[in-house]
């Protein structure tokens, strides 16, 4: 299995931004797909996640302007990132995990800058 992230960039505070993981490959029918972030010499941390049920969690810091979303058909789960500030900037991740892997799996990260 392979998660790809994309849809970071360079935007001002306040503006939008959605992210996107596409997993490839067999994914079990039990995963749970979370978005992580990691800011320069900070450790990297839940932003939100959602199970295969459509469940949803979200870091206190970003409920109210961030919802995550899922398509199991196209294996994809989006992050619609509202009201963006400087302090979201950071690198974001996908991670996908299943009670049939022994390891999570991880994206390569897209870089989101929110310039004030």
């Known amino acids: 299995v392979q998660l790809q992230a994309s849809g970071g960039g360079l935007v001002k505070a306040g503006r939008s931004l959605r992210l996107s993981c596409v997993a490839s490959?067999?994914?079990?029918?039990?995963?749970?797909i979370g978005w992580y972030r990691q800011a320069p010499g900070k450790r990297r941390e839940l932003v939100a996640d959602?199970?295969?049920?459509?469940?949803?969690s979200y870091d206190d810091f970003v409920k109210g302007r961030f919802t995550i979303s899922r398509d199991n058909a196209e294996n994809t789960v989006n992050l619609q990132m509202n009201d963006l500030k400087p302090e979201d900037t950071a690198i974001y991740y996908c991670?996908?995990?299943?009670?049939?892997?022994?390891?999570?799996?991880w994206g390569q990260g897209t870089k989101v800058t929110v310039s004030s």
């Open positions: 959602i199970t295969s049920g459509g469940s949803t």
């Open positions: 490959g067999r994914i079990p029918s039990i995963t749970t």
């Open positions: 991670k996908a995990e299943s009670p049939s892997w022994y390891d999570p799996k």
